[in-house]
Every structure is written in C-alpha cells, then in structure tokens.
C-alpha cells in the first residue's frame, strides 16, 4: 500500500530522483522495508495522523511541480499534474477519514508515511532542481 500510494503521488508531485538507477533500487527497497518498523513504533492518535495529514496535503497543494532536468513540463502539463495530485491528495484525505471512523490505523499510518515520504522527496527535489 505505501509503494502504492507513494508512486501515485511522485508520479504527479513530482520530487528528488538518484541519477543512477541502482542507487533509486537500492534506497527504494530500503525505504520500503523500514516503513513497516517505523510504523511499528511510533504512535500517534487518529486526529493526530489525520491532522498531519491535512498539514502535508496542504503544504503539497500550494508547492510548485518539481520538474527533473530530463523532462521538462509545459504550462499545461504543470496544471494538469497539480489538479491530479489535489484530487488525489483529497481522496487520501477521505480514505484516512474512513480509516479512522472504522479505526484502521495501521492503513491510517501507511497514508501518512506516505505523503510525509513524498514530501520529503518534493522537498529535497526543489532544493536539488528548483534553487540551481
């Protein structure tokens, strides 16, 4: 579920990419099997998940499109990624909402590692691309 939610979310937000494919692999796989321990042992309440969930999908609807060097964006390509992400980021936003009325936290914490992991990757990627 969170290579799920995460790819479909880079996909449009764009964000940080390792120039060599084997690095991208290895961090990847590394990345998805600390996911499951990290949410393990941090606890959070439900309104606390949703909360920080709401701060980051926030924070992502008003970021810029971070484009790579190998692909740049046209204007329209640009609106098109940020309207799909809003509508995703809102549709993230209702399943938690679910989650939490039916108290599925771990799908719950698996959304919000989520987001925080692509906007990391969106923040690392503006600095990397965006501030040359």
């Known amino acids: 579920m969170f290579l799920l939610v995460f790819f479909s979310l880079r996909r449009h937000c764009g ?4 120039d060599n494919k084997i690095t991208c692999m290895i961090f990847s796989i590394i990345l998805t099997l600390l996911i499951p321990i990290i949410i393990n042992h941090i606890f959070l309440t439900h309104l606390q998940i949703i909360l920080l969930q709401l701060l980051i999908s926030m924070i ?16 329209i390509e640009k609106i098109q990624y940020k309207i799909t992400s809003i509508k995703f980021l809102l549709l ?4 938690n909402c679910i989650c939490f009325i039916h108290s599925f936290y771990k799908i719950s914490a698996v959304l919000l590692f989520s987001l925080l992991v692509t906007f990391l990757s969106v923040l690392v990627g503006y600095f990397k691309y965006m501030c040359i």
């Open 60 to 75: 992502l609807m008003i970021f810029p499109i971070i484009e790579i060097p190998q692909k740049s964006l046209t204007t």
């Open 92 to 95: 993230l936003l209702f399943v």
């Open 15 to 18: 964000g940080f990419h390792f």
